[in-house]
């Protein structure tokens, strides 16, 4: 029988699986993407944002837990589900935090704790927390609630907000990799392939903007355009292009002269035909390895960005708003507030790079 003949991408995957680093970056990443897809599935607070503060549980420690008691709120929120997917679904309760409690006939006394060594007692109507439903009323209203990676300083989940940050985290990376891809490819396929002056005009804008300091020119771009989350995709898009524009274009140059290409400009073929058809599919490799590059690159920019003040605002969460609001604990008796986060960025990152290095080795055709 003759041999199997595997396609190139067939290749690309046979020689990536066996890359272990490459793998597990893979995983990490597959993961983040589901986490950020399902954030108020899985995040323990599904309210916007991961914003339920409880001011009174600040910077408590990984594992911490506390008894609360459930107050109905005077405004019921009907959420659809593809709302709740996107945006969260607010709380129909308010949370206060209690120590104990007593029932005594219709009303119910707790100790609404105040810190470690004050609390207060409160008297509520059973009715009332329970729908005039008192048989339901310790199931319901009643519940001891963990938090696994402690509270900040406003008394939100760290756990939930660093679910729900993977979204930020993740979105920056994307767009602005697709605004640095669809710049660089469209900049440094025409220089590549026209050269002359077209080649000149093109490499005398990479080498002015690649003079200028990356975080410089993000906070100038973000600076103009104002704050905010679709500022920050543009600002990091628009300083990632350069590297992306240089590797087209030495890529383009090469091919350019291959055999192929010079048949299909002597059939006649329109060059943006032989641009789009023949050049560019032929050099998606070292493409997708830069993305991968400039992926882990945006991360760290926003999350940069973000600890300085001039990135995601608050209350959205973003794991360098994070490190920012926690950041002093550090010196303190909860550096773990900010270390998780940290630790998050850094593993993302690493799973990038890592993935981003075994596609150079799976598609470099010379391997063996």
């Keep these: 029988m003759p041999q199997q003949e595997f396609s190139f991408s067939q290749q690309t995957w046979k020689r990536l699986k066996k890359n272990k680093g490459a793998l597990f970056g893979l995983i990490i990443v597959i993961v983040a993407f589901l986490v950020a897809v399902f954030a108020y599935v899985i995040a323990p607070d599904s309210s916007p944002n991961a914003d339920l503060q409880t001011v009174e549980i600040q910077a408590k420690k990984p594992g911490y837990s506390q008894l609360f008691l459930k107050i ?79 509270t900040d300083r406003f008394g939100r989940d760290i756990l939930s907000r660093l679910i729900i940050g993977t979204r930020i985290s993740l979105a920056v990376g994307l767009i602005a990799v697709l605004i640095s891809l669809i710049v660089g490819i469209l ?91 023949h050049i560019l599919p032929n050099i998606s490799g070292p493409i997708m390895v830069i993305a991968a590059g400039n992926f882990a690159t945006a991360i760290i920019i926003e999350a940069g960005l973000s600890f300085l003040g001039i990135g995601v605002q608050p209350p959205q969460p973003s794991w360098g708003l994070m490190i920012k609001e926690n950041y002093n604990f550090i010196i303190t008796h909860n550096p773990m507030l900010a270390i998780i986060p940290g630790l998050a960025i850094m593993l993302l990152v690493l799973a990038f790079n890592l993935l981003g290095n075994g596609l150079r080795d799976a598609m470099d055709v010379k391997a063996s």
């Design 72 to 150: 109905p709120a005077n405004n019921r929120h009907e959420t659809g589900w593809l709302s709740k997917l996107l945006h969260g679904s607010p709380d129909d309760y308010g949370y206060l935090p209690i120590t104990k409690y007593i029932i005594r006939n219709d009303s119910l006394a707790v100790n609404k704790y105040i810190d470690e060594d004050t609390a207060v007692v409160r008297y509520y109507a059973i009715s009332e927390l329970t729908n005039n439903q008192p048989q339901k009323f310790i199931e319901q209203n009643i519940v001891t609630k963990r938090y696994w990676l402690g």
């Design 187 to 277: 900049l440094g396929a025409l220089a590549g392939y026209y050269r002359g002056w077209v080649d000149e005009v093109i490499m005398w804008l990479v080498n002015v903007t690649w003079s200028i300091p990356t975080l410089l020119l993000v906070f100038a771009i973000t600076m103009a355009m104002g704050k905010g989350l679709w500022q920050i995709f543009i600002a990091v898009g628009l300083t990632m292009w350069v590297n992306v524009a240089r590797l087209v274009r030495g890529q383009v140059l090469a091919v350019k002269e291959l055999e192929y290409i010079q048949a299909a400009k002597a059939l006649g073929l329109k060059d943006s035909r032989i641009i789009l058809r």
